[in-house]
């Protein structure tokens, strides 16, 4: 399911709950587990790393993001919510930490 | 992301021969540290998206901080042979070798690199089981060859198995360390033998757990779940065997059957039947787990 960057959503919060739900129903259909938003998903008995790259393309893909520089870096994709505001600061072009 | 603005570490070159799981793997671990790569497969479908999957290992590298961040990524090129890639094959640093784990292609692409090479340019082979002395029957000359056995993938796991054959020149030992420097690798010399340690352990233990979950006392998760959870393993045998690729696992363990006599290196019918009906491991989506992507 894609969600175009143009699509009008009325406020960050809105957003960021859309994002969030998506993000779960994602992970849960791909590893037939539940996970809350402050879950750490690659901690003992978790996902394997290798996931972990994949899900900076589901990002990528789904809401035309692109992670590039010191953005690429485990401890963004470690949790949910942390996935959901990494997605928010591409998505509305904030500076971030983004490195060479 | 490879291609561009690179600074190659010190005008350091690789040749890899092979694009497929280790070969793909081993590119993205030198472009990671600056070094210039030249990529050499006969299969025209895995060229095609060979750059594509080096990338992509190079940005998961990154992803797990296992790559020096101040690093341009090096160049890399791919081609059909080594003689229609430009980096050539003057002034390369070492060529790895890491195509199909058959002993008969490996002669022949290891005759044929050998004889293109300058002499004294090392010869690394990524073969999981075949005896160093018995491919330096196909080259030129033997004290350039040397093995270097990654573990897969490359860029994730430090340590790497360096094979001295009877016959590797001290100068070629030499060389892999300072590769292996380079690369942030950690190497651990052994003597030649079919399997060296590393497969000579592992493949006969995968074979095992595929014969348990054949026999039907566990399921497939059972037996992952009690070998990390009571022994350690990292990811259980058959994950492991879903990340080597079930085809590759069943090459080897021939090579070690046919060369130790050891009966528990023969592959069991479940593996057999999986690479029959193409369910390969993870490179294609499915063998004792599914996978989506194509890591
Ligand atoms: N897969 C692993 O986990 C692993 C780990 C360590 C070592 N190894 C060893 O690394 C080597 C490669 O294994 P892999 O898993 O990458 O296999 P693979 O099947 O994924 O790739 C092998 C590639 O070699 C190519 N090839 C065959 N003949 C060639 C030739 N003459 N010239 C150029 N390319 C040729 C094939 O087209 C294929 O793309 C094998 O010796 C294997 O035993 C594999």
């Known amino acids: ?100 | 992301m490879t291609g561009q603005n690179a600074t190659p570490d010190a005008g350091q070159r690789l040749a890899v021969l092979g694009a497929g799981v280790m070969g793909t793997g081993i590119a993205a671990l030198a472009v990671g540290h600056g070094i210039a790569v030249s990529i050499i497969d006969v299969d025209r479908g895995r060229l095609a998206d060979a750059t594509a999957r080096v990338d992509r290992q190079v940005r998961t590298a990154r992803l797990m901080g296992t790559l020096p961040p101040d690093v341009r990524p090096g160049p890399l090129d791919v081609g059909p042979s080594l003689t229609d890639v430009p980096t050539g094959r003057t002034g390369l640093t070492a060529v790895v070798e890491a195509v199909t784990e058959d002993p008969y292609a490996k002669a022949k692409v290891l005759t044929e690199v050998s004889a293109l090479v300058t002499p004294g340019t090392p010869v690394v082979s990524n073969t999981s089981s075949i005896p160093i002395d018995e491919l330096a029957r196909s080259v030129a000359r033997p004290e350039d060859l040397v093995g270097s056995h990654f573990m897969n993938p490359p860029y994730l796991i430090r340590t790497v198995e360096v094979i001295r054959g009877p016959r590797t020149g001290p100068h070629t030992l030499d060389a892999v360390r300072r590769l292996l420097a380079v690369l942030g690798r950690e190497p651990v010399v052994v003597e030649d033998a079919p399997g060296f340690v590393t497969s000579r352990i592992l493949h006969p233990m995968i074979n095992n757990a595929v014969r348990v979950v054949a026999a039907g006392t566990a399921s497939v998760e059972s037996v992952d779940t009690l070998l990390q959870g009571c022994l350690g393993h990292p990811t259980g045998p058959l994950r492991t065997a879903d990340l080597i690729g079930l085809d590759n696992l069943v090459d080897s363990l021939w090579v070690l059957h046919e060369r130790t006599g050891d009966e528990s290196c023969r592959p069991c019918e479940l593996l057999l039947t999986k690479v029959r009906a193409g369910h390969l491991g993870r490179k294609s989506g499915r063998g004792f787990y599914h996978y989506e992507g194509d890591l």
């Open chain 1, 1 to 100: 399911m894609t969600v175009p960057s143009d699509q009008e959503v009325s406020d960050t919060g809105d957003r960021v709950d859309t994002v969030t739900a998506e993000l779960v129903r994602f992970l849960t259909a791909r590893t037939g587990r539940a996970w809350p938003p402050d879950t750490d998903l690659f901690a003992t008995g978790g996902l394997s790393s290798l996931f972990a790259m994949e899900l900076v393309v589901h990002l990528e893909q789904t809401y035309g993001v692109s992670v590039r520089g010191t953005d690429l870096r485990l401890d963004n994709f470690r949790t949910v919510r942390r996935m959901v505001a990494l997605v928010d600061r591409l998505r509305t072009g904030e500076p971030g930490d983004h490195g060479a």
